[in-house]
């Protein structure tokens, strides 16, 4: 029995949301691939499967470095799915497979055909709609601000000269998270500012954390912008333009730093004079 299946009965973390809308996809087309899909879903429930993954990404990325290889490597030229052993199975996918789910659908569905494993009973169908996507509410006291840094690079397969294509991606994930983290150092002050009722010491303290946070954000796009560079071969492209409104946050955290700076400048020259007087 298939009734009352819903796109949200393939939700799992150890299947890509690509692969999530393509076995859904699978799923209507018609009775094999309605058994195909349910069958891939139970295997992943059950174990018998680690799960499916895009090529590029953390789980297929690092069983392959422990096997020798590059996540470039996984899936055989010529076509879009296999099935990785590490040691347990995995079904993994290309990237440009991807871009299509009906295509993505038939490479999962020919893959596990291929793979003849053992079959498990589908799970239960939950027959009820997606429920909507609440809104994530994050608490951060004033003074323990801590961004979440970008996600470290996955390697590059090796190639002659500056990968644009690469590199773009790349920056615009930087970018990507660096906004995010921008985004809580935000909401975090609103609610500082709020709890410190117009208190001038409590209102410093929490501006204060809020520019120790943006500095951090700042000190990870950067790394996470060197890292780019360094595995892609490209210095700088067009990263001026791509960063242009997170440069206009950070320059107004860069221009307390100096500020500071100049502070402390004086307030050594002052010491240095008192002693020599």
Known sequence: MTAGYTQCDFIDKRIDVLAQYALYTLFKRDVRGRTAALEMLAAVRVGTIQGIYKEDTRVPALAARRNGRGWWQIVPAGVDATTFDAPTPMIVFKR???????????????????????KSPPPAPSGKPCP???????????DTITPDPPIPPIPVPPQQGCDKTEWSRRIDACIADTKRSVALCHA???????????????N????????RCLRQCRDALNACREAAEKATRCKEGDWNKRASEM???????????????????FDRSGAANSRRR
């Open 96 to 118: 440009a497979a991807g871009s299509s789910r009906a295509r993505l659908a038939i490479a999962l569905e020919r893959t596990w055909q291929s793979a003849a494993l053992a």
């Open 132 to 142: 909507p996507r609440p809104s994530p509410v994050i608490e951060f006291p004033p």
């Open 188 to 202: 975090s002050l609103a609610r500082a500012l709020v709890s410190c009722k117009a208190k001038p010491i409590c």
């Open 204 to 211: 410093a303290r929490a501006m204060a954390a809020y520019y």
């Open 247 to 265: 440069g206009a946050l950070f320059r107004e955290v860069d221009e307390i730093d100096r500020e500071l700076d100049e502070l402390t400048l």
